[in-house]
């Protein structure tokens, strides 16, 4: 069974836009969530963990936590033709440090 | 920078053959994954270790086994390769809760 969740599939947004990624987990056992991105070809790169409650800013990439819900989004402003990628959630179990990936959103910006 | 090197980077093995990814990091990290990335399911757990001489079950783990010799070394056996195993295969390391590390991938095709 999937334990997190990612939509949309895909999302195309124009250059300049703002992009919105979403993840729900459901298992309370997930304690650090994680964002990475993934361009064609190479493997997956962490963007920003978040751990708290709230909102957490790095540049353009924003992420938010709510814990209550184990709901997890990433805010992308100001969307770049380079942030078109495949972006993971992942979620650790801090009971069995197993860490799961959601199936991913893929990101195009249009220029 | 952290360093995770997966070998080989392309195999193409026959239908019931045996094949052995190797992966090596020197991250100092506990935890190591082999994952698995097919279009449509993002990344899946095949195994994960948190030591030398540990294994733990991921969430694919039927017709595959790992090893963890040492701290640095980890490998995924295929004793009988079957063309669903056909995918690409990464390799990770990390600690519990911390930003994870993943090798270039290898390319597993079985005909």
């Known amino acids: 069974q999937q334990k997190v969740q990612q939509s949309p599939e895909s999302l195309s947004v124009p250059e300049g836009g703002m992009a919105s990624l979403n993840c729900t987990s459901s298992d309370r056992n997930f304690q650090y969530f994680w964002w990475y991105r993934q361009h064609s070809g190479e493997g997956p790169k962490a963007l920003m963990s978040i751990f708290s409650d709230g909102d957490k800013k790095e540049g353009r990439f924003t992420a938010h936590l709510n814990k209550a819900s184990l709901h997890v989004s990433l805010h992308i402003r100001d969307s770049q033709p380079s942030d078109s990628a495949l972006y993971f959630c992942?979620?650790?179990?801090?009971?069995?440090?197993?860490?799961?990936f959601g199936d991913g959103t893929v990101l195009t910006v249009k220029p | 920078e952290a360093a995770v090197t997966q070998s080989p980077r392309n195999k193409v093995t026959v239908t019931g053959g045996n094949v052995t990814l190797s992966c090596r990091q020197t991250?100092?990290?506990?935890?190591m994954y082999w994952y698995r990335q097919d279009t449509g399911h993002g990344l899946r757990l095949i195994h994960y270790?948190?030591?030398?001489?540990?294994?733990q079950i991921g969430d694919v783990p039927d017709g595959y086994k790992a090893t963890r010799t040492t701290q640095e070394d980890f490998f995924l056996l295929l004793e009988l390769a079957s063309p669903s195993q056909t995918s690409l295969y990464f390799c990770a390391s990390s600690e519990v809760g911390t930003e994870v590390f993943f090798g270039k991938g290898t390319r597993l095709t079985v005909v």
């Open positions: 270790s948190y030591g030398a001489g540990n294994l």
């Open positions: 991250n100092s990290h506990n935890y």
């Open positions: 992942a979620a650790t179990n801090t009971n069995t440090g197993k860490l799961t």
